[in-house]
């Protein structure tokens, strides 16, 4: 058996067997620095799960300047999700003019590692989602919604077109309904031009342009709305009874508010297979401070990120995770308005010095403890 290392904060131990994963750490011994062991610990521990463990990630993470530290943290991971590269915004300057300078560079460094890549986003209202040029390109069209529907297109076609075959999973909506209600958003220009059909296109235009990508509606707060997760359910059935090529359901997991419910995170997610849907957690980060009246706040939010695991690995259709940020020094919600106030949050499994915080040892443990 590939030998799995846990890195105990600045320690790295050596684990041959699976029982130190049921019987403490038992079995294990102390290893080498965490320099020298390379794309091991939780990057095997997740192949041996057969589950994709994934990061979110911004192009200084795999820049030629990155040190070597930041670049075999990232080798833990096996999938990337670029954060902000593959955004509309990102990615298109002006109407028509792409860049993908970054987008390419994340795209083949998780290439290179033998990382999957999940495609993130193709439309998305919200923040700086949308290119700053197109509500001005909207307003010189006499066909509003028939211009709309011809960008999306090109977009689809250019960006999709670029990475087939390369990248596995394309969010191809995110964050269709309101914030915490559950109906559409109605400040989306999508849905305000084209109604909820705008989601029907985008899939049959993504599907035709790389028939082998998974295609994704990727949704927020869910976790702790009940009425929001079972309006997105409700959105995927008609989408699917139209007849569209959705493949699967991102809960983002964004724990802001509250800590994880494992048992309603796990119904969920059995809910989403039982329509024959894929699921993924998406963008996954559950902040320190909200663990700050336990005893000891990073095992707390040890638990809470092993229920998440667990949750999801109880669940065959369930196929991968993503975290939300590399380490505790690069999470947005030390900058988002409603966070911004808690900084530092500390979210992630890695802390601000790259070191393996106890999330990272209940995230291994749990994946070494079930056999998929
Ligand atoms: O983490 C991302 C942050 O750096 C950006 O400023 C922000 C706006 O583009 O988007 C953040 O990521 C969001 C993701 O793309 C969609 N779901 C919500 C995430 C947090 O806002």
Redesign the pocket.
Known sequence: MLPLTLNKARRVVVCTGMAFALLGLAACSDGPDAQSLGPVGLNGAARQAGLQVGV?L?VSAVAETASEQRRSAVREFTSVTA??AM?W??LAPAPGRYEFGPADQLVNAALANGQRVRG??LF?H????LPGWLEAELGQASDRAGRLRELMANHIDTVVGRYAGQVAQW?VI??PLSIVGADLDTDNVFSQLLGEQYIDLALLHAHAADPSAELYI?E?FTEFVPTKFDALLALAQRVLDRGAPLHGLGL?G?FFFQPPDAGLLQEQLQRIAAMGLKVEI??LDIPLPLFNAEPDPLAAQAGAYADVFNACLAVPLCSGITV??LDDAN???D??ELTQASAPNRPLLFDDQLRAKPAYDSVVAALLGVMR
């Not at 919200?126 to 989602?129: I, K, Q, T, Y």
């Open positions: 979110a911004n954060e902000n955004k915004a990102s993130h986003t998305w919200r923040l700086n989602g969010d995110n964050e990727n927020t983002q964004h998406t963008e939300w940020g999470t947005w919600l900058s988002f």
